[in-house]
């Protein structure tokens, strides 16, 4: 199957400060990244679709100037937490859809965001 | 809208079966399903699209009724390694696409014991 790497895999920050994560497709250009953020023993919540050079398509109820995404290339997306509080604090994870009819997900290995 | 996962959590012994189903409230193009290990990301194990149809991975399989909005995950001979949960993600029949975004059940947590 393709392969998603994300980076960094675990960040602790103090509050206040921003943390951009990495998201890249290695084997496949995905011109659609998604990004999900997922509470302990909840589901998984997507925040936003990442289209390649277009603006991001925000859930409901997700602040877009708090969590910036850019999407430059088919294989990088980024999402930039800004001015992280406590509350922040979550493990997220992204995925990249291939093109094949089906469009199947894969995710990436995720990044667990503690904000002291 | 979340689609319906049951049940909420399954214990079984190696060697048991277990069925997870999933239910919508919407129409669907497609159903994936996943398992995650604790602390890890999800990881995809098969993908049924709409016309009704059912696939195998391993001792692994899984329905989709597209007129009933379901679909059911079929773990067989359960090996320890099958320990996770287990979620559905369906995405919403738009115009014929599968470009339309998944939304995850709320997960079925599945422990296989010696």
């Known amino acids: 199957g393709a392969v998603v790497s994300q980076h960094p895999s675990r960040v602790i920050c103090k509050s206040g400060t921003s943390v951009k994560i990495e998201c890249r497709s290695l084997?496949?250009?995905?011109?659609?990244m998604f990004w999900y953020r997922q509470f302990p023993k909840q589901s998984l919540m997507l925040m936003a679709t990442?289209?390649?050079?277009?603006?991001?398509?925000?859930e409901q109820g997700v602040e877009k100037d708090k969590f910036l995404i850019n999407h430059a290339s088919l294989t990088l997306s980024t999402l930039t937490v800004t001015s992280a509080h406590p509350e922040d604090s979550s493990f997220y994870i992204c995925?990249?859809?291939?093109?094949?009819?089906?469009?199947?997900?894969?995710f990436g290995p995720g990044t667990r965001l503690t904000v002291l | 809208q979340q689609p319906v996962q049951s049940p909420q959590a399954v214990i079984l012994r190696e060697g048991e079966d277990a069925v997870i189903n999933c239910s919508s409230s919407?129409?669907?193009?497609?159903v994936h399903w996943y398992r995650q290990k604790h602390g890890e990301a999800p990881v995809f194990l098969m993908i049924?699209?709409?016309?009704?149809e059912q696939k195998g991975h391993e001792k692994i399989s899984a329905s989709f009724n597209e007129k009933k909005q379901q679909s059911s995950l079929y773990l067989t001979a359960s090996q320890l390694s099958y320990s996770g949960t287990y979620f559905c993600?369906?995405?919403?029949?738009?115009?014929?696409?599968?470009?339309?975004?998944?939304?995850f059940g709320q997960g079925t947590i599945l422990t296989v014991h010696p």
């Open positions: 990442s289209n390649e050079g277009s603006k991001a398509t925000y």
């Open positions: 995925s990249a859809r291939d093109q094949s009819p089906g469009g199947e997900q894969f």
């Open positions: 993600g369906t995405v919403a029949n738009a115009g014929g696409t599968s470009y339309g975004k998944l939304t």
């Open positions: 049924l699209l709409k016309g009704g």
């Open positions: 919407k129409a669907l193009y497609s």
């Open positions: 084997d496949f250009q995905a011109t659609t």
